[in-house]
């Protein structure tokens, strides 16, 4: 990705923990070229923590569900990417919000390519998902969390959302808090 791009992109740099580079933009047009290729970067765990479900593939649904977001619901799906010294640009991660169906609300989904799990690509998606949230007018952010999912947990939980099982589904948990203007995420 050169200079030029990352302007256009509004793209941001981040780094992990480690001291790692990432950078954070809105989701291209030529990023969905090469979903497959990020989807078959996931395991068959985090695929199945990411949708609740056995996904031994992309469907055509899911991939429609993201266009949907990139363009109808004016959702901010990110991408984290990271930058290789040959300059070629590798998706590691994304997180995307919908509207929720309830005025003011957003729901967010993280993936994060399990490589660079536990690295704190998460809490780097989690805060620019919260800081989108609020550009786009959201007063509350929300996600549905397998309990097994400890890693989405904490990083929900460092980013001071409250946790509540859900009454119909003891198995999942949903994250929230409140999106106030002068909060910092």
Not at 59 to 76: C, H, N, P, Q, V
Not at 129 to 158: P, W
């Amino acid at each position: 990705m050169n200079l030029y791009q990352r302007i256009r992109d509004h793209s941001r740099a981040e780094h992990l923990p480690d001291g790692t580079t990432v950078y954070l933009r809105p989701l291209r047009d030529s990023d969905l070229e090469h979903a497959n290729e990020f989807f078959a970067a996931l395991s068959e765990r985090t695929r199945y923590l990411r949708f609740m479900a056995p996904m031994p593939q992309l469907t055509k649904e899911t991939l429609g569900d993201l266009i949907r977001a990139m363009y109808e619901s004016r959702s901010a799906v990110v991408v984290a990417t990271f930058e290789h010294a040959d300059r070629r640009e590798e998706l590691i991660g994304g997180g995307r919000i919908v509207p929720a169906g309830r005025r003011g609300t957003c729901e967010f989904a993280l993936t994060i390519v399990d490589r660079w799990q536990g690295r704190g690509v998460g809490g780097v998606l989690m805060r620019e998902v919260i800081r989108r949230a609020r550009l786009l007018g959201y007063r509350r952010i929300e996600g549905y969390v397998l309990n097994v999912n400890a890693g989405m947990l904490a990083v929900a939980q460092h980013a001071r959302m409250n946790l509540r099982v859900d009454p119909d589904d003891p198995g999942v948990i949903t994250v929230y808090r409140a999106l106030y203007p002068f909060v910092r995420g």
